[in-house]
């Protein structure tokens, strides 16, 4: 008994068709017929006998008109319509079932003459019930969305609860469906099975969202802080650690010998000791072409030892420039 103002209106549909009260059309002198053929895109058979619903939309102007109509035994409609554009849905409901058994999508047809269009319809049903929220109260005004990813058409719509916590959705596709409720910091969802020309009836839940974002941002960047301690750490412990500057009278005589890039060379292993060709290069800035010819001069010297590791080389000052 909940919902008796919806099934009468069905049910006062049906009759006007069952029993054939809707007078035949009359074609005027300028108007065109358009016969469409409605198809069940499942089972591909015609949906004969049922009660007919078009909407019809005129282009340019966006004119909207409404037909009620009955389809014949091999699932016939016609219409008689001005030369024009047109963009139309069709509903179907068969006058045995509780609601709407089928519907179309957005069909386009050019009117310019005697015309005749399949329409491939998928089958579709109803659901209703109401909102409650953890206490057992029905809940008015809360937002209820629907998604069904059917086989033929993806479908998404939503609605707001009455006073009394009733929503309905109509000309759902067949098939598995989510249905969500949300008022305040209450949410809740079912999962439903919605059947061609049933109306199911759905209550849904609602409680308080266990999720607080509050700590999960915090926790977000105490992790990011941590990840970039750990960088910095791992990046210092990667780095040549600085060394004191030795200064013999040996060390400031042969500096006196030398030029400014060999110098260079000298005071970066003084400070930072073994250290891999290539970052003594990068860190004195001195060009590749020349970089080793300053090596190989300083190794003459004694000044500096080179060892080389597979395609590496490393660099470092000798014993006996290095002695006290």
């Not at 016939?76 to 024009?84: P, T």
């Not at 009733?166 to 809740?188: K, M, N, R």
């Not at 609602?206 to 750990?230: E, H, R």
């Not at 042969?254 to 290069?281: A, C, F, N, P, W």
Request: glycine content about 6%; overall charge positive.
């Amino acid at each position: 008994m909940k919902y008796v103002s919806w099934f009468i209106f069905i049910l006062f549909i049906n009759l006007i068709f069952t029993q054939n009260l809707l007078p035949p059309d009359i074609p005027q002198e300028d108007q065109i017929e358009l016969t469409l053929q409605l198809v069940d895109i499942e089972s591909n058979t015609f949906i004969s006998n049922s009660t007919v619903f078009v909407q019809l939309t005129t282009l340019p102007s966006g004119t909207q008109k409404d037909f009620l109509r009955r389809s014949s035994k091999d699932g016939m409609v016609k219409l008689y319509l001005e030369k024009n554009e047109y963009i139309f849905i069709i509903k179907v409901n068969n006058p045995s079932t509780e609601c709407g058994d089928y519907m179309s999508s957005k069909e386009m047809i050019n009117l310019t003459s005697k015309s005749e269009k399949s329409v491939y319809m998928w089958p579709v049903g109803n659901v209703i019930g109401r909102v409650y929220d953890n206490s057992g109260n029905i809940v008015s005004g809360a937002e209820v969305q629907y998604s069904c990813p059917g086989k033929h058409i993806n479908s998404k719509g939503k609605t707001i609860t009455e006073f009394d916590g009733v929503y309905s959705f109509e000309y759902l596709p067949s098939g598995q469906c989510t249905i969500s409720a949300a008022h305040s910091d209450d949410i809740g969802f079912v999962y439903v099975e919605i059947s061609k020309g049933e109306i199911l009836t759905q209550d849904i839940p609602i409680k308080q969202k266990t999720t607080d974002f509050f700590p999960i941002y915090i926790s977000i960047v105490f992790l990011i802080f941590l990840i970039a301690l750990g960088l910095i750490f791992y990046n210092i412990s990667k780095s040549p650690q600085k060394k004191k500057a030795l200064q013999t009278k040996r060390q400031t005589d042969l500096m006196k010998t030398l030029d400014e890039h060999e110098i260079k060379i000298i005071e970066y292993l003084i400070q930072y000791g073994k250290t891999k060709s290539y970052k003594v290069r990068g860190e004195t800035n001195i060009p590749k072409t020349s970089f080793f010819r300053y090596l190989k001069k300083l190794e003459r010297k004694n000044i500096i030892h080179m060892s080389k590791y597979g395609n590496r080389v490393s660099v470092e000052l000798t014993a006996w420039f290095t002695e006290k």
